[in-house]
């Protein structure tokens, strides 16, 4: 067991997380010197903080990222606790993009892109020394298409460790411990729930266990419902980081985490019963079980954000105003 999934599985997931981690820092570097900008001036309603939301969380591939610079922003003053309502929204709805690239089975694709990343990464490093050349090595161009390397670095080791991951579905699946979950995921699809959350709280990544699922259900190895249950439970777990990160901050920031909490946590609850329906309509837009699962994770989180989006507008959260200047 420890060679055929353990050791495979922790493999996968360093890569796997390796080409997320690359992915994010090189676009924060790009974006950063405008987001906190951005989210500073363009979060007035909050319908405007859904759209910054989605739009920099599909930029930065990760809405723990956005969640996070949120409440730093508001532990540091920089934005009111109301303000970052409708950001919250929008990063549950930028995420989809990930578990969509995911979905498209781009595994074979991994391998060329990483020659090509590196292709262009040397290029920069060549021009870069280019001594006779100042020109073009004070350009600005220069410093985006390096940036653009390591983030096509870091999506071709995404693949890659979801290749891994994924690859472990067969010895996973003889496995007793999977055996037992199934059976009990077969009395109650909550067990799926709970598993979600507690899996994506332990590594800090939805998107890892949500590609992990896709795999499972691409194999046969567990059922699309169960899979479903998996992910709306993937959803609550992603608000861990959003509350460590809180600790110790203002009262204001917290308020943001635990916003967070009860939009996942809510909207997890409200769609368990509806996982039947969920199911069919995936069904009904796509033919691949793995796609099933990344547009049932996008429906959800769609979903959930315009259902809470009205609830942004109440005047309690007006008032809470002046406490998020003054905490």
Known sequence: MVQTILIPMLLGFSVFMSGMKLMELALHRMAGPYLTRILERSTATPIHGLA????????????????????????????????????????????????????????????????????????????GELKWFPAIRSASWLTSLRFSSVVLCGFALLLTGMAMMQGVGPAVQESTFFTWFLDKADDSLWWGLAAGAILTAAVHSSAAVIGIIMGFVTLGAMPIELGIAVVLGANIGTCATALLASVGGTKAGQYVAWSHVVLNAGGA????????????????????????????QTIFNVLSSLIALPFCYLGIFRKLEPLSKHT
């Open 269 to 296: 609850l409200l769609f368990m019963p509806f996982i039947g329906e969920l199911e069919t309509f995936s069904a009904w837009i796509s033919s691949s079980n793995a796609t099933q699962i990344a547009h049932t």
């Open 52 to 127: 910054i939301g989605t739009v920099t969380t599909a930029f930065l591939q990760s809405s723990t990222a956005v969640t996070v610079i949120a409440i730093g922003m508001v532990n540091a003053g920089l934005l009111t606790f109301p303000r970052t309502l409708g950001i919250i929204l929008g990063t549950n709805i930028g995420t989809c993009i990930t578990t969509e690239l995911i979905g498209l089975n781009l595994n074979k694709l991994s391998l060329p892109l990483l020659i090509i990343s590196i292709g262009l990464w040397l290029t920069t490093a060549i021009f």
